[in-house]
DNA sequence: ATGAAAGCGCTAACAT
DNA sequence: ATGTTAGCGCTTTCAT
């Protein structure tokens, strides 16, 4: 009925428990005929060592920290979906698996603070280091080990590893490819100006129309995330300046995107042939919608990847130095462009 | 540097380490002095218990295992993110943490197998019951305690509890919505045959259509689940029979619905107006496209929470008579009809 | 109501 | 190269 143990093992094998644990630890340290032997038992037994117990001897969980943040109705945010898949199995090849746990409604800290004091986990994954975010100074002070998606925006002698897309030039390579098919009023919609992420992004179309000598007046607006946002910012950019007319938009996500190919079907007008759009991230929306939403993609898996790296070294050694590494998202082109 | 101990709070409230877990175990045992004495060492010091530890000794681990399916590009799968969080929330509720693993390629069990014999997880949540997936039959002979969301559809006399949503209710009421309005000809667009989730959702446009005395001839289609497919597919029933050319269509998902609106995209009809639209699982897609998708919103908070409380009575009482619970969607009415 | 003793299954340190 | 000893932090008897 309860798994064989480490025990059962040795008893079958004939040779003592510690041995059997070197077997499963440190193979090199037997006899080749003893080793075959025991791996004999341990297969035959079905033998795998209780994780309880080789938590509590190793004081480690090989468990990862992941807060899902909560699911944002009425956008289009792919990200999460597709890089908490990815996490999952870079850490399995690492040899982790990842816990998930939710945000406590009055103290955002809590979740943290109670994995780590019953030492449930061995390090965390932090997402949201968006301005103002306290858990990743939190966690520093607390000296627990973490690595975060995402740059220390607010903090430059941040001293934990982390991994972020270079936003900047995903939308310069977007505007880009908006100039290269001949659009020379490339609008852009993005978030409010609080937001590092959302100024990152506009600043790779700011440097994309500056690099070509083209002006910028009258193109830009900066809204909230949503879709009616976007439809009434690509209405208002439509009808401000008819000498200054956009035919093109760039935006900082494909939820503003989306409302831009609503105002387009409106008006009757037909993306990619009338009015070009591009959004950003990638999302399944993107993927799926008439005809195409052309969108820019992060490389999720390679973050993921990254990070786990990231982690084990900090686990290994958490003195060694630090190091952040910014990754280029890639358009992915759709009939919207 | 590491976490206070059970024997650091004993020594500090002057008690033996037992009565300090009892304090936190079966706190009715302690006098309330003795308590409080206890509670404020536990407080003073940060204490809370080891999970190694705690995990060793009781034999559990507190830890629910959730297989993450991979995540399908092009197509509107909005249910699992929105189940994984209801199901993290709630789990933390009842005292657990959702531990994610991944596919192993060659062999589905592995990663169930391992999680098993090295005790490192509770039971399972499964999410897949589709026809042929063999988890729920081998989980059952391993006598492993698992959920499911989902029908146990091929096992009649399957013995673990489930929850599933009832997508023929879901596909009727939005079948009945588009009478309502006028609309005859409701056209069915669902998945192949060797879908039992797919023939239960037509079933309910089935019963809606018969039910009000409508023929459904020339009017059904079965492809599959993509968006081309959806767009093909309407187009045909578009120009089959001039004489029974659908002036609606109900989708098996909305990634088929994505595909309808992609054709009347093309020909210059307008959603809701001209054509009336319905797809299933009111994901991201349908909440952001212009003019919105109507679609099928399936109760996951619910289905997640009934998971929860099915797997609390499996634990603590694994004799207990199993029960299976079906859930009636809702339809969430938008620009589409 | 509180305390003492034992042991869950494993591995690090040491001995052989 | 293999075995012995000890103990990780906790909870479950059982005794007081």
Known sequence: MTPPTLA?????????????SNAVNNPDL???DTLERVQQAIDELGYLPNRAARNLRTRTSQLIGLRLSP??????????????????WTSKEAGYHVLLFSQDEEDPLQGYDDLLRSTAVDAFVV?????????AAWLRRRRAPFVSFGRP????????????????AGTEEATRHLLDRGHELVAWIGWRKDS?????????WLRAMHGRGLSTTGLASRVEDTVSSGRDASAHLLDADPARRPTAFVCASDTLAMGVLGTLATRGLYPGRDIAVVGFDDSQVAQVVHPGLTSVRQP??????????????????????????????????????
């Open 30 to 32: 037997l006899r080749a």
């Open 153 to 168: 925006w607010d903090d430059p002698d941040a001293k934990h590893p982390w991994v972020d897309v270079d936003g900047a």
């Open 196 to 204: 590092w992420i959302g100024e990152d992004r506009r600043s790779g």
């Open 8 to 20: 059962d093992v040795a008893e079958r094998a004939g040779v003592s428990r510690q041995t059997v």
């Open 127 to 135: 997402t949201d280091t968006y301005l103002g975010n306290p858990q």
């Open 300 to 337: 999720l898996e390679e973050a993921a990847r990254l990070l786990v790296v990231g982690l084990e070294s900090l686990l290994s050694a958490p003195l060694s130095p630090v190091e952040g590494r910014l990754l280029t998202p890639s358009l992915v082109v759709r009939g919207s462009s």
């Open 71 to 88: 699911v944002l109705e009425g956008t289009a945010t792919a990200v999460m979906d597709r890089f908490v898949h990815a996490l999952v």
